[in-house]
């Protein structure tokens, strides 16, 4: 399976972060130990959200879709209604 995630930071709970991968835990290790420098500067993070995809492609390309404007407005209305 491939996993399309959005991160929460846990001490600043309105950074989000958003990735993809086919391993979920070893990824979230990753970011809180300072693999990733994307988000190094906000750690530690919380999985927030996931979606299960067979393919890898349709998870990158809902990756993408997140990043992008109607993305964003997509995840802040189902995944973070109270921001």
């Known amino acids: ?3 399309t995630y959005i991160l929460e930071s846990i001490g600043r709970p309105n950074k989000h972060y958003i990735g993809h991968s086919s ?3 070893a990824r979230l290790i ?3 130990t300072g693999k990733c420098r994307y988000t190094t500067a906000h750690r530690p993070w919380r999985l927030k959200a996931y979606l299960a995809f067979d ?5 990158r ?3 993408k879709y997140l990043k992008s404007g109607s993305g964003h407005a997509f995840a ?3 995944f973070f ?3």
Do not use: C, T
């Open 1 to 3: 399976m491939h996993y």
């Open 23 to 25: 391993d979920l835990k």
């Open 30 to 32: 990753a970011h809180n």
């Open 55 to 59: 393919s890898l492609p349709i998870a």
């Open 61 to 63: 390309n809902f990756e």
């Open 76 to 78: 802040q209305r189902h």
């Open 81 to 83: 209604p109270d921001e």
